[in-house]
């Protein structure tokens, strides 16, 4: 899949810059490992923590794992060994005034950032991505808003049906590269993967049929204010257990 331009971009270059850790955050897929990748794979070697192995070894031996991968270093999906980010503040103490010596990935913010601010307060900056816009999408990340100076003139000429079929079809580098894909799939995938591996490791839900009710009628209702009652009632579920399921979904309101 070919490389698509960011907007983050110069933020994350600055970022690297001014601070000895940069965390990348945001959703699965949305491009975090191949925006580090694509930045900095002639400084910094890359690591990743999905194997179960490098997981395992990240987990029970956090000082020789950190010691066996020496900065500058993209660690990615570094959720899977939260109990790092003491060891790293640790060592980048001992050389405070190097910046970009640690950047790390992770796409369920909530225990990222818990562990960020309790471990990396001062020396971290938390950065997120979300999927594509539609100017990376067009490929002009940089391009002036229209209403900002400089911007193009013209109006963007959408039909009606078009305009729709992208808000259905979002932003996510792998439907944007492959526009001829089943869209539909893709997204059920997503939401099973979601189920199967994310959510069982953010909070405890017996029902994961009942949760996917609740995704769809959470979906139903947007562009609406949001009323958790009725929301509770049409499911036959209780108001609190919407409210930590809401929270599950809005991670970075923890941040």
Excluded: C
Excluded at 138 to 156: D, I, L, Q, Y
Excluded at 176 to 190: G, I
């Amino acid at each position: 899949m070919a490389y698509m331009d960011r907007t983050l971009e110069p933020v994350v270059r600055k970022a690297a810059n001014e601070f000895p850790v940069v965390i990348l955050a945001g959703p699965r897929q949305s491009g975090k490992t191949t925006l580090l990748q694509h930045l900095f794979r002639e400084t910094h070697r890359y690591v990743s923590l999905e194997p179960p192995d490098v997981r395992a070894a990240a987990t029970e031996d956090p000082l020789s794992f950190l010691e066996s991968n020496q900065p500058p270093v993209i660690l990615d999906e570094v959720q899977h060994a939260p109990g790092l980010m003491a060891y790293i503040k640790e060592r980048i103490d001992k050389s405070r005034g190097k910046t970009g010596q640690y950047l790390l990935t992770g796409y369920r913010n909530l225990p990222l950032s818990e562990k960020t601010n309790e471990s990396l307060g001062g020396r971290a900056t938390l950065l997120r991505l979300l999927p594509l816009s539609y100017r990376e999408i067009t490929k002009a990340p940089h391009a002036n808003f229209p209403w900002e100076m400089g911007a193009r003139s013209g109006r963007h000429n959408f039909m009606f049906r078009d305009l729709w079929e992208s808000f259905l079809k979002g932003g996510y580098p792998e439907i944007a590269a492959n526009p001829k894909s089943d869209v539909a799939r893709w997204h059920a995938s997503y939401v099973q993967a979601y189920l199967d591996s994310d959510l069982r490791s953010l909070r405890q839900i017996g029902d994961l049929t009942q949760f996917h009710m609740f995704l769809r009628a959470l979906a139903a209702r947007s562009t609406q204010l949001l009323n958790i009652t009725d929301l509770a009632r049409d499911l036959g579920l209780a108001v609190n257990t919407v409210k930590a399921w809401i929270s599950v979904l809005r991670p970075t309101a923890r941040s």
